[in-house]
Nanobody, 123 residues
Framework: QVSPVESGGGLVQAGDSMRLTCVASGHLFSTYAMAWFRQAPGKEREFVAAIGWLARNVDYDDSVKGRFIISRDNDKNTVYLQMNSLKPAYTAVFYC????????????????WGQGTEVTVSS
């Protein structure tokens, strides 16, 4: 089991870029698929992007395709989310959960969650 810790959030302006980082302690990080979910104020937590354990499979929610890039560095037990052309609608707490091997799209598919990092995009 891995324990993710997210960082890199903060306050930015619309149109800016930001990179979120998630470092997962624990063994066998390379055997886990990693994802990013977000929870906007007053809304449910939703899928943003995911990357498989070998990084061969990558997928995004339609709302962020072409703007966000997920990547991982298994040597550093780290997954990244590069976010470009940010919009105020992206304001949310971002989480980086893990599940064995294959990517998933639903909250219940992920076993290990961090505390999240807050991203605020001002207009």
């Amino acid at each position: 089991q891995v324990s993710p810790v997210e960082s890199g959030g903060g306050l930015v302006q619309a149109g800016d870029s930001m990179r979120l980082t998630c470092v997962a302690s624990g063994h066998l990080f390379s055997t886990y698929a990693m994802a990013w979910f977000r929870q906007a104020p007053g809304k449910e937590r939703e899928f943003v992007a995911a990357i498989g354990w070998l990084a061969r499979n990558v997928d995004y929610d339609d709302s962020v395709k072409g703007r966000f890039i997920i990547s991982r560095d298994n040597d550093k037990n780290t997954v990244y989310l590069q976010m470009n052309s940010l919009k105020p609608a992206y304001t949310a707490v971002f989480y980086c959960p893990a599940r064995p091997r294959q990517i998933g799209y639903r909250l219940w598919e992920y076993l290990c969650w961090g505390q999240g990092t807050e991203v605020t995009v001002s207009s």
